[in-house]
C-alpha cells in the first residue's frame, strides 16, 4: 500500500499562483502513475493532471492546460502541482492519488486510482 500526504494549499487571490505537493510513501515501486484531482461542495471528483513515475507522460484537464504544470521528483516520490493564474472556479479540495495497476490510456480516469491522499484546501478568491 501506498501512503500519500499532500500539503501547499490555501488561500489566494485571483491570478495569483501555489504549489502543492504529495510525499509517498510505502509500496511507492508499485505505483505507475501519480494524479492530482479536486472537488468543489456540490460537484463530482473531477480529474486535474497526472504524470507517469517511469517516463514522465503528463496528462491535463482541458480547464488547468496551459496554468497548472505537473512534475515529480522520483528520488523523493513527490509529485507537485504547480498552479498559475489560479481562477475563483479553481476553489476545490485537491486530493492526489496513486494507480498501481493503470495504463496510460487510464491515467485520467478517477476510478483508475487506488490510494487517495487526504486531500488539501485550495481557496481563491476573487
Known amino acids: 500500500q501506498v501512503q500519500l500526504v499532500e500539503s501547499g494549499g490555501g488561500l489566494v487571490q485571483a491570478g495569483g499562483s501555489l504549489r502543492l505537493s504529495c510525499a509517498a510513501s510505502?509500496?511507492?515501486?508499485?505505483?505507475?502513475?501519480m494524479g492530482w484531482f479536486r472537488q468543489a461542495p456540490g460537484k463530482a471528483r473531477e480529474f486535474v493532471a497526472a504524470?507517469?513515475?517511469?517516463?514522465?507522460?503528463?496528462y491535463y484537464a482541458n480547464s488547468v492546460k496551459g496554468r497548472f504544470t505537473i512534475s515529480r521528483d522520483n528520488a523523493k516520490n513527490t509529485v507537485y502541482l504547480q498552479m498559475n493564474s489560479l481562477k475563483p472556479e479553481d476553489t476545490a479540495i485537491y486530493y492526489c492519488a496513486s494507480d498501481s495497476a493503470g495504463t496510460t490510456a487510464t491515467m485520467t480516469w478517477v476510478r483508475a486510482y487506488d490510494c487517495w491522499g487526504q486531500g488539501t484546501q485550495v481557496t481563491v478568491s476573487s
Open positions: 504524470i507517469s513515475w517511469s517516463d514522465g507522460i503528463t
Open positions: 510505502g509500496r511507492t515501486f508499485s505505483s505507475y502513475a
